[in-house]
């Protein structure tokens, strides 16, 4: 989508609801970013953020007096809370914890800001943060799907290092993601619900093709971008089906995952989920497997001085897929990992595989692709292409879905 944050937010009235935890004082640069993009910023905050970050901060960034409590006769005669609630074009709750994640889903309204939650008929998203085995506990998920069911929005959390030491999903996404994914929101129709009855095979990670009971030859893919592909595509209401080398990710919400191993393992599931309408082949697949699997470990000593290991190609699960026959699929999108002439090799491959778009991303380079949270990437299809400049894989992921989309409906 060409339309910039700026166009999408200018004067949109939103509400931020700050959450008491650690992560509050990122919400500071939420609402510097949105002020940015010409947004009215109205904050509330929880006793517990209060507890954080002072009023007086986000008084002097959104050039608003902050609401704290239901009970504040001055403010409530200025502006009444469910004037407010009904003020508000779009609710931001960041960091959302734990507790008020659980008080939005069943509908407690016991204070300022989850009777304002209540009251508004506004889009509402939630930006996460918290102990990873807070995000992972079987409560959390299920107040994270009822909520997802009625709607709400859930940017984030990112996987990385929490503010207790430890590392795992959790983290509140950083807040240019968050402001970014608010305004893709604000651009789709629905409260960002524009992938509706769209059927999404996304495969993600590497493979791993064993030698022998204890060895493999795999790669460095961590499965991000796919993860985060999948995430933002159910977000958007998107039917997903995952198809997962072995990594190290957790199942994004609403996200109907398969776990494999090897490439024949990921064709399999690949042609189990269809029929489908968009494949999305992020999956770093060997190209190579060994001819077979020794049934006990190989020792040193089997090849004298060296080894030589008999490899076979691997079935090439998108060239096969770009056929098409029987898949029902209207868009098929590849990945090229390149090191070196990344335009020319991915060009190449958007042709010989008859893909609908292709999307290239340099490896080899510090801080971007395999195994790192950002990426930047240039995408083809036969008559153009979209260039995206560094940024989290969540965030590209958003991006890249607004371009699916629109080649969708090319
Ligand atoms: O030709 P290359 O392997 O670089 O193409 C990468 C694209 O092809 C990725 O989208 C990857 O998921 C897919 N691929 C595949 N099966 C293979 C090899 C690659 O689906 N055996």
Redesign the pocket.
Known sequence: MSTSIADILNGKRVLLCVGGGIAAYKALEVVRRLRAAGAEVQVAMTAGAQRFVAPLSFQALSGRTVRTSLWDESAEAAMGHIELARWAQQVLIAPATADLLAKLAHGFAGDLVTTLCLATTAPIAVAPAMNHCMWRHPATRANIALLQQRGVRVIGPEDGLLAEGESGPGRLSEPESIVAALASGSATHGGGRDLAGVRMVV?AGPTYEDLDPVRYLGNRSSGKMGFAIAASAARRGAEVALIAGPVHLDTPVGVQRMNVRS?RQ??EAVFAAMPADIYV???????FAPLAIAPQKIKKTAGGEGLKLELV?????????AKREDTGLKLV??????TDDVAR?AKQ?LAD?HLDL?VANRVGVPGCGFESDNNAMIAFWPEGEKAFSEAPKARLAEELIDLILERLQA
């Open positions: 495969t490439a990921m064709r082949g992020t999956a770093a697949v060997a190209d190609r691997t079935p090439d699960i998108l060239a096969e897929v999108v590849g990945f090229a990992a390149e090799y491959k595989k292709i």
